[in-house]
């Protein structure tokens, strides 16, 4: 990465400013690794933290500071929560498909168009180590040289090459048109079944140990519309049966929508997003659903209203 954000003697302030402007890159690359809105925000506030703990001055480039501090944040969260292990180290591959893995390297050669291949990440995800993630998300999803994922990632380039080429092959073989569709539909009969108060509906869509999180501003801004349909929020309610509650004959003023191009929920009135569900989907059934209204969260998602 050339180096463009050197910071010699900066203030607090124009810390946190340089700050401020790289958090939606950072929030977006951290999602993509993760899967996750949710723990997106605790890796890119974790990386604030460490920032503000830093000599400003030892840093020579702030925005490759950051990333590697964020990429490697995902990685350790990835591995604590159980990921898929990488299988190999920095070896390179043998002979037999070394040509092509090490040849086939641009965003072009996924055959997805640009905004199918975070939907097409997602579907994915589970199968993937926490550095194959990583490599293809900075490269093919943010345009990083493997000779800047390379130290991010603690490998060589061609190993960088190979975990990236790993990962594109995955995402190369998903759906993302019939993935898009299914998951839209799930989300519309979850809102639909929601707002019948149907109970027993909801618990054929959510998995058993589906997970339901909610920040504080979603909280306390839906607390006093209980009586008005309002989703009965909680910051973790883990379980089909409790979450069906919340949502049962609620939810009223949801409606599908696109979230980062992932399909989930808004609640946006006058056609303005105020809070959204992050929803995920894992074979057919609602795994986990992220609510959120926090807003400087909102104003680095993409948004779509269906």
């Not at 607090?12 to 690794?33: G, H, K, M, N, S």
């Not at 999803?141 to 061609?158: H, Q, T």
Request: glycine share 8%.
């Amino acid at each position: 990465m050339t180096p463009t954000n050197t910071l010699p003697g900066v203030s607090p302030d124009e810390l946190a400013d340089a700050f401020v402007a790289q958090r939606p890159r950072l929030r977006a690359i951290a999602t993509r690794t993760l899967g996750s809105v949710w723990d997106a925000e605790d890796v890119v506030q974790e990386a604030w933290l460490r920032l503000q703990r830093t000599d400003a001055s030892t840093i020579d480039n702030l925005e490759a500071w950051l990333t590697t501090v964020v990429s490697r944040a995902c990685v350790d969260h990835l591995r604590r929560r159980g990921a898929r292990p990488d299988t190999w180290g920095d070896e390179l591959p043998d002979e037999t498909g070394a040509a092509e893995d090490l040849t086939v390297e641009g965003p072009e050669q996924t055959a997805l168009r640009a905004e199918d291949v975070g939907l097409a990440l997602d579907a994915v995800l589970d199968s993937l180590g926490p550095l194959e993630r990583l490599s293809f998300v900075l490269h093919d999803v943010f345009g990083l040289s493997f000779d800047d994922v390379a130290p991010v990632v603690d490998r060589s380039s061609a190993a960088a090459r190979q975990l990236a080429s790993r990962a594109r092959r995955k995402v190369r073989g998903a759906d993302p048109e019939g993935d898009r569709s299914r998951r839209t539909e799930a989300v519309d009969v979850f809102l639909r079944a929601a707002r019948e108060g149907d109970f027993g509906g909801l618990l054929q869509l959510l998995d058993p140990d589906v997970e339901l999180r909610a920040d504080d501003a979603v909280i306390a801004s839906a607390a006093p519309h209980a009586d008005e349909g309002a989703p009965l929020l909680a910051s973790s309610i883990t379980g089909a049966d409790a979450v069906a509650r919340v949502f049962a004959g609620r939810a009223a003023g949801a409606s599908v929508a696109l979230v980062d191009g992932i399909p989930g929920a808004a609640y946006a009135p006058g056609g303005v997003a105020r809070g959204v569900y992050s929803v995920r989907i894992e074979g057919g059934r609602i795994t986990r659903i992220e609510v959120i209204a926090a807003p400087a969260v909102l104003a680095d998602l993409d948004v779509v209203l269906a």
